[in-house]
């Protein structure tokens, strides 16, 4: 069978290092690009570009990957940028916007992670805390300060969904994330809380529309977590059911 096309849009950097110090570099983490060609798909880093260019990306790729990264400009969600927020990247935001949008009109699977999970959520209507320790209400470590393959808190989760076959009804998860999803959009039911009830992942209502979004970050544990690469796993074999009549 052919390897699916699996679009990843690409973040960019500027200090990569003094020798090439303000030189722009599209790249995605590699943890991203392992855990699909391990899933047996094919991994293509899409740069940022203007969103009117996001159906001919779309209509060249299988499935998309929404990676981490940024923060997600307030604006979007009819907020002011507050004290604690940290670098956006509106241009970005537009683009994968416009990436996500076409991925479901044209019912292409997506996995969202992190930033990709809240972006998701705004693109929908939702609505992100731009500080979760702006808000006392939330007591977990969700910035943890232990090694990032290291799994850092408890997560439960609703056996019913895609992510409970993989995980059943509680796992532990890493954690690098200070926004998170407040208002969850319309189109998205919640599938896993974290034990002070932040959002942790949801999925598509719709059992037709292939989604699932995650808060913590599989390709920082996947090398050393099976379950973690299955993740990848389930979502390449999304991406290859939906394709199926045309392999």
Known sequence: MTQPIIGI????MTHLSPEYQGLPITYTPQGFIAGIQAAWGLPVILPINDPSMAEEYIDRIDGLLLAGGQDVSPLLYGEEPGLK?????PERDLFEIALIKEAVKKEKPILAVCRGM????VAYGGTLYQDVMDNPDFTVQHVQRIFSGTAAHTIDIDPSSRLGA????????NSYHHQAVKQLADPFKAVAWSKDNLIEAYEAKDPDTSIVAVQWHPELMAPNEEKMQILFKEFVSRVKKSIAPAL
């Not at 849009?9 to 960019?12: C, D, F, K, R």
């Not at 927020?85 to 990247?89: E, Q, T």
């Not at 809240?118 to 959520?121: A, D, R």
């Open 9 to 12: 849009p690409g973040n960019q």
């Open 85 to 89: 927020l940290g670098a956006i990247n």
């Open 118 to 121: 809240q972006l998701l959520n």
């Open 166 to 173: 993989i995980y059943g009804e509680t796992y532990v998860v």
